[in-house]
Protein backbone atom coordinates (compact mmCIF):
# COMPACT_ATOMS: atom_id res chain seq x y z
CA UNK A 1 0.00 0.00 0.00
CA UNK A 2 1.31 3.40 -0.54
CA UNK A 3 1.79 6.05 1.54
CA UNK A 4 -1.06 8.23 0.20
CA UNK A 5 -3.57 4.79 0.76
CA UNK A 6 -2.46 4.66 4.06
CA UNK A 7 -3.29 8.66 5.19
CA UNK A 8 -6.61 7.93 2.91
CA UNK A 9 -7.26 4.86 5.27
CA UNK A 10 -6.49 6.81 8.38
CA UNK A 11 -8.69 9.66 7.27
CA UNK A 12 -11.89 7.04 6.17
CA UNK A 13 -10.78 5.90 9.53
CA UNK A 14 -11.02 9.36 11.63
CA UNK A 15 -14.22 9.88 9.72
CA UNK A 16 -16.42 7.06 10.77
CA UNK A 17 -15.82 7.61 14.15
CA UNK A 18 -16.53 11.01 13.85
CA UNK A 19 -19.42 9.96 12.29
CA UNK A 20 -20.55 7.12 14.66
CA UNK A 21 -19.63 9.66 17.91
CA UNK A 22 -21.28 11.98 17.09
CA UNK A 23 -23.55 12.32 13.73
CA UNK A 24 -26.08 14.71 14.96
CA UNK A 25 -23.31 17.54 14.29
CA UNK A 26 -20.44 15.44 12.23
CA UNK A 27 -23.82 14.63 9.82
CA UNK A 28 -24.29 18.02 8.76
CA UNK A 29 -21.83 18.76 6.69
CA UNK A 30 -20.59 16.55 3.71
CA UNK A 31 -17.24 15.15 3.90
CA UNK A 32 -14.86 13.96 1.38
CA UNK A 33 -11.24 12.58 1.71
CA UNK A 34 -8.27 14.29 -0.57
CA UNK A 35 -5.68 12.28 -2.09
CA UNK A 36 -3.07 12.99 0.36
CA UNK A 37 -5.19 11.95 3.14
CA UNK A 38 -6.80 15.47 4.96
CA UNK A 39 -10.88 15.74 5.84
CA UNK A 40 -12.43 18.37 3.78
CA UNK A 41 -15.98 18.98 5.07
CA UNK A 42 -18.52 21.53 3.88
CA UNK A 43 -21.81 22.14 4.91
CA UNK A 44 -24.62 23.13 2.94
CA UNK A 45 -25.28 26.72 2.72
CA UNK A 46 -27.57 29.06 4.31
CA UNK A 47 -28.95 25.67 7.06
CA UNK A 48 -28.24 27.14 10.24
CA UNK A 49 -25.98 30.59 10.14
CA UNK A 50 -22.31 28.49 10.76
CA UNK A 51 -23.88 26.51 13.87
CA UNK A 52 -22.88 23.25 12.70
CA UNK A 53 -19.55 24.13 12.44
CA UNK A 54 -19.00 25.88 15.46
CA UNK A 55 -20.60 22.33 17.01
CA UNK A 56 -18.27 20.47 15.14
CA UNK A 57 -14.95 22.82 16.08
CA UNK A 58 -15.77 22.47 19.72
CA UNK A 59 -15.95 18.35 19.01
CA UNK A 60 -12.38 18.82 17.50
CA UNK A 61 -10.55 21.02 20.26
CA UNK A 62 -10.30 23.83 18.28
CA UNK A 63 -12.08 27.16 17.41
CA UNK A 64 -14.00 28.15 14.32
CA UNK A 65 -13.22 31.13 12.57
CA UNK A 66 -15.40 33.73 10.91
CA UNK A 67 -14.81 36.34 8.01
CA UNK A 68 -17.21 38.99 7.34
CA UNK A 69 -17.30 40.40 3.63
CA UNK A 70 -19.59 43.47 3.12
CA UNK A 71 -20.94 44.50 -0.22
CA UNK A 72 -23.36 47.47 -0.28
CA UNK A 73 -25.32 45.99 2.58
CA UNK A 74 -24.91 42.65 1.85
CA UNK A 75 -23.28 40.87 4.48
CA UNK A 76 -21.41 37.19 3.36
CA UNK A 77 -20.10 35.09 6.12
CA UNK A 78 -17.50 32.68 5.71
CA UNK A 79 -16.96 29.97 8.95
CA UNK A 80 -13.92 27.61 9.23
CA UNK A 81 -11.89 25.47 10.71
CA UNK A 82 -9.01 23.79 10.57
CA UNK A 83 -7.11 21.72 12.87
CA UNK A 84 -5.77 17.76 13.12
CA UNK A 85 -7.56 15.54 14.65
CA UNK A 86 -6.46 11.67 15.54
CA UNK A 87 -3.50 12.35 13.48
CA UNK A 88 -5.64 13.66 10.25
CA UNK A 89 -6.09 17.29 8.76
CA UNK A 90 -9.53 18.56 9.15
CA UNK A 91 -10.57 21.55 7.68
CA UNK A 92 -14.25 22.40 7.61
CA UNK A 93 -16.36 25.36 6.26
CA UNK A 94 -19.88 27.28 5.30
CA UNK A 95 -21.17 30.08 4.08
CA UNK A 96 -24.46 31.95 4.63
CA UNK A 97 -25.60 35.64 3.92
CA UNK A 98 -26.37 37.51 7.05
CA UNK A 99 -30.10 38.76 7.04
CA UNK A 100 -30.25 42.96 7.77
CA UNK A 101 -30.46 44.34 10.96
CA UNK A 102 -33.08 46.85 10.96
CA UNK A 103 -33.51 49.80 13.25
CA UNK A 104 -36.77 50.97 14.43
CA UNK A 105 -39.99 50.00 12.60
CA UNK A 106 -43.29 51.22 12.25
CA UNK A 107 -44.52 53.95 14.41
CA UNK A 108 -40.68 54.45 15.70
Known sequence: MTNHASCQVSAALA??????DHPAVAGRVTWTVDPLGALHGE??????????????????????ARTVLDRRGDRHVLVQLATVWQGVPVEAWTTYTELPVTVGGPGE
Do not use: H
Open 43 to 64: QPAETDQGQAIDSLARLLGCTS
Open 15 to 20: LTQLLV
